[in-house]
C-alpha cells in the first residue's frame, strides 16, 4: 500500500468538467479517499469510497473505482474558480483493527481558468 | 474547520535547535497521526497513537518523537534540527483505529530551520 500516482497537473476552464485520476498498487485496500488542499491549509476530506463499490457521487463530485485496474477517479461537475487547489488521492489498507494510515498520491494541482 | 487544531502555525528555529509541535484531535477522537509535507517527499507519514499507545511508525527520524497524553492531545518533538526539517506538519485524528472513520487534518504548522 504505498505506491499511489497521480499526475501533477490539471487546468481546466470554468464550468467544464474535471477529471483527476489515480492509480494505486495494492490490491488489499480497503477505503480509497479525496482531500483537497488549498494554499496555506489543511487536507480537507471531500469524500471516500469503500472498495466494493464502484460509484459514489456527492453532489458535484462523483468517484468512480475500478478495482480490476486499481484506478480511482474524482470528477468535479461544473468547475468553479474556488475549485483550484491540489487534490490528493489515498488509500488506506487493512480491515478491523489492523486499518490504519493512509498512504497519499503526490496530489494533483487544479488549476481553472476563468 | 475539521476540528483538529494545530499549535503554532509557524515556527522559525535555527539550526540544532528543538521546537515542539502541539495537536489537539477532534472531540471523542482516540487515534492521532502525524504527517510532514515537503516538496521532494510529497505526504510522508511518520507516526500514529491510539488512546496513548504508539500503533505505527512510519518515516520517522530518531531525532523526532511523539506521544499522546491521557487527555488525547499529542506532540511532535523535533530535535538538533536541521535546514532539510523545513516542512509542514499535519496532525490527523480519526474515531477508532479499526474502523473507517475517516482521517481529519489539522491546517499544520510550518517549521522552517534557517
Known amino acids: 500500500g504505498e505506491d499511489v500516482e497521480q499526475s501533477l497537473f490539471l487546468s481546466v476552464r470554468e464550468g467544464d468538467s474535471s477529471v483527476i485520476n489515480c492509480t494505486y498498487t495494492d490490491s488489499s485496500s480497503t477505503y480509497l479517499y479525496w482531500y483537497k488542499q488549498e494554499p496555506g491549509a489543511g487536507l480537507q476530506l471531500l469524500t471516500y469510497i469503500f472498495s466494493n463499490m464502484d460509484m459514489k457521487q456527492d453532489q458535484r463530485l462523483t468517484v468512480l473505482l475500478n478495482k480490476k485496474d486499481k484506478h480511482l477517479s474524482l470528477r468535479i461537475a461544473d468547475t468553479q474558480t474556488g475549485d483550484s487547489a491540489i487534490y490528493f488521492c489515498?488509500?488506506?489498507?487493512?480491515?478491523?483493527?489492523?486499518?490504519?494510515?493512509?498512504?497519499f498520491g503526490r496530489g494533483t494541482q487544479l488549476t481553472v481558468w476563468p | 474547520d475539521s476540528g483538529v487544531t494545530q499549535t503554532p502555525k509557524h515556527l522559525i528555529t535555527a539550526t540544532g535547535q528543538r521546537v515542539t509541535l502541539r495537536c489537539s484531535p477532534r472531540s471523542g477522537d482516540l487515534s492521532v497521526y502525524w504527517y510532514q509535507q515537503s516538496l521532494d517527499q510529497g505526504l510522508q507519514f511518520l507516526i500514529q497513537y491510539y488512546n496513548g499507545e504508539e500503533r505505527a511508525k512510519g518515516n520517522i527520524l530518531e531525532r523526532f518523537s511523539a506521544q499522546q497524553f491521557p487527555d488525547l492531545h499529542s506532540e511532535l518533538n523535533l530535535s538538533s534540527l536541521e535546514l532539510g526539517d523545513s516542512a509542514l506538519f499535519f496532525c490527523?485524528?480519526?474515531?477508532?483505529?479499526?474502523?473507517?472513520?475517516?482521517?481529519?487534518f489539522g491546517n499544520g504548522t510550518r517549521s522552517s530551520v534557517t
Open positions: 489515498a488509500e488506506r489498507v487493512g480491515r478491523g483493527s489492523t486499518l490504519g494510515r493512509l498512504y
Open positions: 490527523a485524528s480519526s474515531a477508532t483505529s479499526g474502523s473507517n472513520s475517516p482521517l481529519h
